[in-house]
């Protein structure tokens, strides 16, 4: 999991909840200083913050929050029932997020892979899948690995 100042930033993020209109500086000002800021494009901005095993990266259009590019929570506790149950569901294309949430549990990553497109990853001690959304809908496994 995560340490204790990376358990801070997190709930920092839970606490603001919707981040929708608010700016760069009123989340500054709840969850602290961002370790990068990088430009994008023109009136873009990318922060990210990390602590102990936490990660967030927030795009900024104007100055304004736009969208959350990608968030780590770090390795998931109970690698091999994760990959029992990712077992138990069978052929992954076509099903929702929240049908195989419900069955191995919440993601620990997510990154912005495309126009609609995101991959969420389930990452543990010894076992490690990827899947690429399209919407709602699991295209497939970009990758997967067990230790």
Known sequence: MFDLSGQRLQQGFARLGDLTGRTADEIIA???????????????????????????????????????????????????????????LG???????????????????FSVAGPHQVLLQWQSDVYHVALLFEGDS???????FAI
């Open 30 to 88: 709840a969850v602290g200083v961002p370790v990068s800021q990088s430009m994008t494009g023109p009136g873009q901005a990318l922060l990210q913050w990390q602590s102990g095993s936490y990660h967030i990266g927030v795009l900024f259009e104007q100055g304004r929050f736009a969208g959350i590019m990608s968030e780590d929570s770090g390795p998931l506790p109970g690698g091999r029932a994760l990959a029992q149950g990712f077992a138990s």
């Open 138 to 144: 699991c295209v497939g496994i970009t990758h997967e």
């Open 91 to 109: 052929d992954l294309v076509g099903r929702s997020k929240d049908e195989i949430v419900a069955v191995v549990g919440p993601y620990s990553s």
